[in-house]
């Protein structure tokens, strides 16, 4: 069984910083690409950043040169430094990866259960 579970959310005022996590946790072989995902009330959910096993990354439009995305192979971890926060960064964040099991294949898409955002102005 292969967990992910997020933590670093909370209450933060326009401007601040906060530092999400997401750790994987399980019997698992290998991970491949980590994302985090965001979803506002009434909205789609959409990417934010993603990070491949290399270390590429890409972010979305809105969130790019405020957002960073990182990751921990050997702590199974992927973070998300989010600087100069503003009011429309609100939202339920949600951690996915691609991950493969010990003794399994091929690599399965995996979500955490997400962690709040809220920012104030």
């Known amino acids: 069984q292969v967990q992910l579970v997020e933590s670093g959310g909370g209450l933060v005022q326009a401007g601040g910083s906060l530092r999400l996590s997401c750790a994987a946790s399980?019997?698992?072989?290998?991970?491949?690409?980590m994302r985090w995902f965001r979803q506002a009330p009434g909205k789609q959910r959409e990417l934010v950043a993603f990070?491949?096993?290399?270390?590429?990354?890409n972010y979305a439009d809105s969130v790019k040169g405020r957002f960073s995305i990182s990751r921990d192979n050997v702590k199974n971890t992927v973070y998300l430094q989010m600087n100069s926060l503003k009011p429309d960064d609100t939202s339920v964040y949600y951690c996915?990866?691609?991950?493969?099991?010990?003794?399994?294949?091929?690599?399965?898409?995996?979500w955490g259960q997400g962690t709040q955002v809220t920012v104030s102005s």
């Open positions: 996915n990866a691609d991950i493969m099991r010990v003794g399994t294949a091929p690599y399965r898409n995996y």
């Open positions: 990070i491949t096993s290399d270390g590429s990354t």
């Open positions: 399980g019997s698992i072989f290998s991970i491949g690409a």
